[in-house]
T-cell receptor, first 113, second 114 residues
């Protein structure tokens, strides 16, 4: 069975600085997708960024980028120029097929003004 | 507006009293699923549905039932709720069950069973 592990329950960052959230996963599949979701206090699940395993290039979305290391099964999220609105719970997730998402336990990110 | 709508958003109930959490999507999605979110465990899938009248168990199905009589609706039923089902519940939908397509989530239902 696939597992997703986020080893940092909480992280904090100073506004305007950069922070990296860690995620590792375990799978025997070669083709899959990885995601980072943001959950603000409103509880809404917001897709931040997506990486397809067959693509070697790391995905980027504005201030958000990933470091995807397929051999190491590592998928970290880097947030640059952190803003107060980035404070939230962040979930790493995996899917092979059929759209069932396997989630990590989450990392709570606090942004200090 | 394309969305997944869950009701209610908050619910407090007593042990053993049957309840239903509704989920409806207006995007003509085939795939729908239910997740529960617990601290430190992330979201775990309860049940999913590939299409009308096709449902199957996820990782944590015990104590839950679902039905998919119409494409747009996928209610979650707790026949005899227990305190260990106190959790935050999410419904999600996506276009295709076969290929990856983006999942859309509802707003969540905070359930407390006393």
């Amino acid at each position: 069975a696939q597992t997703v592990t986020q080893s940092q329950p909480e992280m904090s960052v100073q506004e305007a600085e950069t922070v990296t959230l860690s995620c590792t996963y375990d799978t025997s599949e070669s083709d899959y997708y990885l995601f980072w979701y943001k959950q603000p206090p409103s509880r809404q699940m917001i897709l931040v960024i997506r990486q397809e395993a067959y693509k070697q290039q790391n995905a980027t979305e504005n201030r958000f980028s990933v470091n995807f290391q397929k051999a190491a099964k590592s998928f970290s999220l880097k947030i640059s120029d952190s803003q107060l609105g980035d404070a939230a719970m962040y979930f790493c997730a995996y899917t092979h097929a059929g759209n069932m998402l396997t989630f990590g336990g989450g990392t709570r990110l606090m942004v200090k003004p | 507006e394309a969305q997944v709508t869950q009701n209610p958003r908050y619910l407090i109930t007593v042990t053993g009293k049957k309840l239903t959490v509704t989920c409806s999507q207006n995007m003509n999605h085939e795939y729908m699923s239910w997740y529960r979110q617990d601290p430190g465990l992330g979201l775990r899938q309860i049940y999913y549905s590939m299409n009308v009248e096709v449902t199957d168990k996820g990782d944590v199905p015990e104590g839950y039932k679902v039905s998919r009589k119409e494409k747009r609706n996928f209610p979650l039923i707790l026949e005899s709720p227990s305190p260990n089902q106190t959790s935050l519940y999410f419904c999600a939908s996506s276009f295709s069950p076969d290929l990856y397509t983006e999942a859309f989530f509802g707003q969540g239902t905070r359930l407390t069973v006393v």
